[in-house]
């Protein structure tokens, strides 16, 4: 074969690779979302709205959103993503076993935090046992459950029912489905506004410790100037589009952390 025709095939071989090939790894990155505070409705909607605003910064990024915490851990642990945006408790809670670095912190107005009120239908349970709905944190998260909320402490046998959204964990006590719920106070709110009886008779037995905002962190494959590219790019947006993004995940704006 001539010489000609063959360095012509190598540069078509070239061409290829490069035209249909993935991106590299300065071209992409892969990020987690786990926030079950922030009241899941549209997941689809998360993931375009939230993925685009990624990739105003990286034009490859790629998002996946979990609404459990066992499918957020399991995929931590097959496939480590390049950042992480998830529940504050989460990141500290999984930080140094999956080799997390907290960056920024979300925020509404000022705050950097919020608290959960529990709440039954009855006074807090005499039963050493009593049965409590929440979001996110399962029967494996106990120690951190009542790190949150002192008051639980006092019960040697709590039994979780973890569900998928706050405004489900007001409707599981409303119901006599469960003995207290964990639940944001403004989700009681959007229900009364609804169904009043439903609410109605919900009585507020203690407050959380302050809880913060979602955290963004990098994990350990990810390399300085591109902790530093995210950082000042998630800070720098601030359009419509930003706005939305930010607010899908349950805040309003990012702070150093």
């Not at 979302?33 to 709205?49: E, I, M, Q, T, W």
């Not at 003995?179 to 229900?191: C, F, K, M, Y």
């Amino acid at each position: 074969m001539p010489f000609w025709i063959k360095n012509r095939l190598a540069l078509l071989v070239l061409l290829t690779a490069l035209l249909f090939s993935p991106p590299g790894r300065g071209d992409s990155a892969l990020i987690y979302f786990y926030n079950p505070d922030a009241n899941l409705g549209d997941v689809a909607k998360l993931k375009s709205s939230v993925q685009e605003y990624f990739q105003v910064i990286e034009p490859g990024a790629t998002l996946k959103a979990f609404l459990r915490l066992q499918d957020l851990l399991a995929a931590l642990k097959s496939q480590p993503p390049d950042f992480l945006v998830a529940s504050s408790w989460v990141t500290k809670s999984y930080a140094g076993q999956y080799g997390l670095k907290p960056l920024l912190v979300g925020r509404v107005g000022a705050e950097r935090s919020y608290t959960k009120i529990l709440i039954s239908k009855k006074a807090m349970p005499s039963s050493a046992s009593p049965s409590l709905s929440t979001v996110g944190l399962g029967a494996q998260n106990l120690d951190v459950l009542k790190s949150l909320v002192p008051d639980l402490r006092k019960f040697s046998n709590l039994n979780v029912v973890e569900v998928s959204k706050d405004l489900d964990a007001v409707l599981a006590v409303s119901f006599d489905q469960v003995d207290l719920g964990l639940v944001r106070s403004e989700n009681i709110e959007a229900i009364r506004k609804v169904n009043q009886v439903a609410v109605a008779n919900l009585k507020t037995l203690s407050r959380s410790t302050p809880i913060e905002y979602p955290i963004f962190s990098a994990t350990a494959k990810v390399q300085a100037p591109a902790m530093d590219k995210f950082v000042k790019g998630l800070q720098a947006q601030k359009d419509e589009k930003a706005v939305q993004a930010m607010e899908l995940m349950g805040f309003q704006s990012w702070g150093l952390r």
